[in-house]
Nanobody, 125 residues
Framework: QVQLEESGGGLVQAGGSLRLSCTAS????????MAWFRRAPGKEREFVTA????????KYAASVKDRFTISRENGKNTMYLQMNNLKPEDTAVYYC??????????????????WGQGTQVTVSS
């Protein structure tokens, strides 16, 4: 079992920045890829970005590319999401996920077993 906990959400004005964190605990010793997803009000959950165990592979949704940066510190079992130039359409609950399979994690309609509880990000116009 892997437990995931997000932090760092909040309210920010358009054009501002936030940094989210996701810390893994439990049986987190095995290599695992991690990702951020988000769910906006009235919409389906969508993929935001993912990073492999080593950090050598990353993938971004087109809507956040060049504004968001994913990173991780395996020694701290923590993944980060630096969000710059935030837009009102980025408003959502952000969830982190972990999976032993990179391929599975970046597949559309991902349905994994390990998710955090989510952290709210609200961007005002």
């Amino acid at each position: 079992q892997v437990q995931l906990e997000e932090s760092g959400g909040g309210l920010v004005q358009a054009g501002g920045s936030l940094r989210l964190s996701c810390t893994a605990s439990g049986r987190a010793g095995n290599p695992y890829a991690m990702a951020w997803f988000r769910r906006a009000p009235g919409k389906e959950r969508e993929f935001v970005t993912a990073i492999s165990w080593s950090g050598s592979l990353t993938k971004y949704a087109a809507s956040v590319k060049d504004r968001f940066t994913i990173s991780r510190e395996n020694g701290k079992n923590t993944m980060y999401l630096q969000m710059n130039n935030l837009k009102p359409e980025d408003t959502a609950v952000y969830y982190c996920a972990a999976d032993g399979s990179w391929v599975s994690l970046v597949t559309s309609d991902y349905r994994g077993n390990y998710w955090g509880q989510g952290t709210q990000v609200t961007v005002s116009s």
